[in-house]
């Protein structure tokens, strides 16, 4: 594994100058990613945030080659990229020797939702490529509307917290496990602020032959309604209070990485984000007790299972 | 005798459905996306064949659906790889964003389209429905009359398409069931001349050259948009010169020599029928046995839809007396099938252009035959005896 040392020498290759926000998760996650993959990449993004933010012509924040395409079909396109370097290579178009990898990024939008049928597909036919889903719980790049990744009672512009209807008031989806389904050879769940852990996840990722997927929390100030400096902060506690638990998967056997020495109260997560605002005023603690409730349930399912065989 | 009986000798008889595989084969590309449906399925299922028995080196992927078909054609193209890929009816529709998405990238990917109807209701058999739905998709568009012309086309949209001049994709269109599923003979290139003609693929860019890396598909403002568009539209514009210089490149080697336009009898005719496709051989039928009553009457089918040659077509329907454009789909709520209106308006303004109506025939499948096309001439005569139509627009058959 890659000493931060070593892994600050490595070549950036998201530069600068891109147009993500202040406190956004995203960057940090792409950059970190690109740094252990180990050799060249070529990359997809699904429409949203990093694409939008990453290349406005006539810039770009990509040193690797890139593609975007749309929104649904960031696993598709990588797919056909990836089948071209077989096909060229078996033709002698390319040196055989020449080793290179292939990731797509989609936020939870363009993976839970739009994009869950081609990423099911790629998963499926075993193409050897990552599929890094940034997962901020919402629609962020058209103004913050629910997805199936939004967490219950979180307020977006589409399940917004009404004197009826209290913010979203469905379970999110846990795409991990349905990932999981597709009995591919790796996958995992990680955050930036444990770049350890990620950089580790990253470079197994790249360095398994097959279809491979991280699902990284991704901190946004604009939706969560959150100060842009404590990004790693309430990444750091979406871990700690079990809500995005750290684990992974490899060849069917469920690791949780990391275990909280204590286990945090989600309030002290809800309570840093504009989001869950409405849930601290009169009515608000039943459904802060429905989600620890199922956060614990959750994490309970994660630790009975660390150890196993999961497939 | 004895050239035609060579000729005959030299033949083979596949259904359209079976060439065009053939012609995939022998391209041999380097990836084919594909997913099944009727009436294009076959094409897949025999290039499948192919790949299961090692006949093609080509990466062969089994995606989840067009949208994901497509999707992957741009993916493999844009990493510079030769893409082909086969579809109709409702996957050619659930393709559509994506479409877009590799004509404006400017990937010279090449799809058979087998034509079929749209639902709902839904249906499986011939219209054009789908294609013509993509006509403003930045696709060039090549309607084949025949199994052998299906065949034949296959290799000259390689060539078009990717020409430096053109980098667009292709869609080589031909009718469902009646082309696709109808046993023709045809005259095969050899697998020797096919890779003569075609030639090797070599991108511009590619997303595999890791040294050089480029960013594809940015996003745009209106300061750079509208130049995208505008040189895309003069590239594809400029297509139709290319089609020309290669349909006659293809005449050299094969003798079998295509343009834009396929004109039958029109010189002398005071009465014509413009329609793509298959539709055409049966006017074509109808012309011969009207001919020999001594009625003056013709056949235009443009082979080239997009670009639309319109110069070409005013040219060759100036003179005549009154012409019916028969529309395998309807412009819902416009004003005529896609193709009256833009015959209609390349002969607007020009010196003796004929009287022009429009009907919609053959939705879904519905038959046309040597005594529908005969009626439409009659008809026409009619409006030319007239010196006007009654009825501009409308359907027959019905």
């Known amino acids: 594994m890659a000493t931060l040392k070593k892994l600050a020498e490595k070549e950036e290759l998201f530069t600068g100058g891109h147009r993500l926000c202040a406190g956004c998760g995203i960057p940090q996650i792409i950059r970190l990613v690109l740094r252990s993959a180990g050799a060249p990449v070529v990359g997809t993004t699904a429409t949203g945030c990093l694409e939008v933010g990453t290349t406005i012509y006539p810039y770009t924040a990509w040193k690797i080659p890139w593609i975007h395409s749309a929104f649904e079909n960031a696993a598709a396109t990588i797919s056909g990229a990836e089948a071209a370097h077989v096909a060229l290579k078996r033709k002698g178009k390319i040196a055989k020797d020449k080793e290179t990898k292939f990731i797509a990024f989609g936020g939870d939008g363009g993976t839970y939702d739009i994009g869950l049928q081609a990423l099911s597909g790629a998963l499926e036919r075993g193409h050897d490529f990552v599929y890094l889903c940034y997962d901020n719980g919402a629609y962020m790049n058209t103004g913050i509307q629910r997805s199936s990744a939004t967490p219950f009672g979180s307020a977006t512009t589409t399940s917004p917290a009404g004197v009826v209807h209290p913010g979203k008031e469905q379970k999110r989806k846990n795409l991990t496990r349905i990932v999981a389904a597709h009995n591919i050879p790796y996958l995992a769940q990680g955050s930036a602020h444990n770049w350890k852990d990620l950089s580790m996840k990253a470079e197994k990722a790249f360095a398994i032959k097959g279809p491979t997927f991280l699902n990284v929390i991704s901190a946004c100030p604009l939706g969560w309604y959150s100060k842009p400096e404590s990004s790693m902060e309430i990444s750091k506690l979406a871990v700690d209070t079990c809500y995005w638990p750290i684990y992974e998967i490899e060849e069917g056997v469920l690791k949780v990485n990391y275990k909280p020495k204590e286990k945090k109260p989600i309030l002290d997560w809800l309570k840093l984000q504009g989001r869950f605002k409405h849930l601290f005023k009169e009515g608000g603690d039943e459904l802060i007790k429905k989600i620890q409730a199922d956060i614990d349930e959750e994490w309970e399912r994660l630790l009975d299972l660390d150890g196993k065989y999961v497939i | ?398």
């Open chain 2, 1 to 398: 005798m004895a050239s035609s009986a060579k000729k005959l000798k030299d033949q083979v008889g596949l259904t359209g459905n079976s060439a065009v595989a053939l012609a995939m084969k022998q391209i041999n590309p380097d990836v084919c996306p594909a997913y099944p449906i009727t009436p294009s399925t076959a094409v897949i299922e025999t290039f499948s064949d192919y790949f299961a028995n090692g006949e093609v080196d080509t990466e062969f992927i089994t995606v989840e659906s067009e949208h994901s078909a497509m999707s992957a054609c741009v993916g493999a193209s844009a990493a510079g790889a030769r893409v082909m890929t086969a579809t109709s009816s409702q996957g050619l529709a659930l393709m559509w964003e994506v479409l877009y998405i590799a004509s404006g990238m400017r990937f010279p990917i090449v799809m058979a389209t087998v034509n079929r109807a749209l639902s709902s209701p839904i249906n499986i058999h011939c219209d054009h429905s789908d294609s013509m739905g993509a006509r403003d998709s930045g696709w060039i568009q090549i309607y084949s009359e025949t199994v052998q012309e299906a065949y034949d086309n296959m290799f000259q949209a390689i060539r078009i398409a990717e020409d430096k001049r053109v980098l667009t994709p292709a869609m080589v269109c031909m009718d469902g069931f009646i082309t696709s599923h109808a046993i023709e003979n045809l005259t095969l290139a050899t697998d020797a001349e096919v890779k003569g003609f075609v030639g090797d693929y070599t991108p511009e860019h590619s997303l595999l050259d890791t040294d050089n890396p480029v960013t594809m598909g940015a996003m745009t403002m209106p300061d750079s948009y509208m130049n995208f568009k505008f040189e895309q539209s003069n590239a594809i514009a400029g297509a139709k010169e290319v089609v020309v210089e290669i349909g006659k490149e293809y005449g050299k080697l094969t003798g079998r020599e295509y343009g834009l336009l396929d004109c039958y009898n029109l010189e002398d005719a005071d009465v014509a029928i413009v329609v793509l496709s298959s539709a055409a051989g049966t006017t074509k039928a109808a012309v011969d046995e009207l001919r020999k009553e001594g009625k003056k009457v013709g056949v235009l089918r443009p082979r080239l839809y997009r670009p639309f040659p319109h110069q070409e077509i005013a040219e060759a329907l100036k003179g005549i007396g009154a012409v019916c454009v028969l529309d395998r789909a309807d412009s819902m709520s416009g004003f005529g099938g896609p193709l009256f209106t833009d015959i209609r308006s390349a002969l607007y303004g020009i010196e003796n252009a004929p009287l022009v109506m429009g009907r919609i025939f053959g939705l879904g499948g519905r038959d046309f035959n040597v005594a529908n096309a005969k009626e439409v001439f009659e008809e026409t005569f009619k409006a030319l005896e007239a010196g006007k139509i009654e009825k501009t627009t409308g359907y027959i058959t019905i």
